[in-house]
């Protein structure tokens, strides 16, 4: 099981918001737990990360995150499955591309001139 020490800011900065229980924290956070690397740049304080879930055990339950990340746009991440876990780790997946994404956007990689570098 992942411990809170190793998922500091996904850990203080996880709401539920619908469908889950705070009994269920620890298994979320568990499953949730390789977000924490692509959240771990930014301070706990600048970080909201929001987690509900519609139709619970219904034949297509819905589980989004949505995730404040500072001065970035609010990322929403959404999958539908009869399985909880496969749902989530689903909206997991593809939260982290978005935050990827996003940084992609924001990073220069290839051009000189936002680096700050002269052309030559």
């Known amino acids: 099981m992942t411990s809170s020490s190793s998922t500091p800011v996904l850990t203080s900065s996880l709401r539920f918001t619908g469908g889950f229980h705070d009994s269920e924290r620890a298994d979320v956070v568990e499953v949730l737990a390789p977000l924490e690397r692509h959240l771990a740049r930014w301070a706990a304080d600048e970080v909201d990360v929001q987690l509900s879930v519609k139709d619970r055990r219904g034949p297509e339950q819905r589980v989004t995150i949505e995730a404040k990340l500072d001065s970035?746009?609010?990322?929403?991440?959404?999958?539908?499955?009869?399985?909880?876990?496969?749902?989530?780790?689903?909206?997991?997946?593809?939260?982290?591309?978005?935050?990827?994404?996003?940084?992609?956007?924001?990073v220069p990689k290839d051009n000189r001139k936002l680096r700050g570098h002269s052309a030559n």
Do not use: F, G, M, N
Request: proline share 3%; no cysteine; glycine share 0%.
């Open 72 to 106: 970035w746009p609010l990322l929403v991440a959404k999958s539908a499955d009869t399985d909880l876990d496969r749902a989530l780790r689903e909206a997991r997946t593809e939260l982290i591309r978005q935050i990827e994404d996003e940084r992609s956007r924001r």
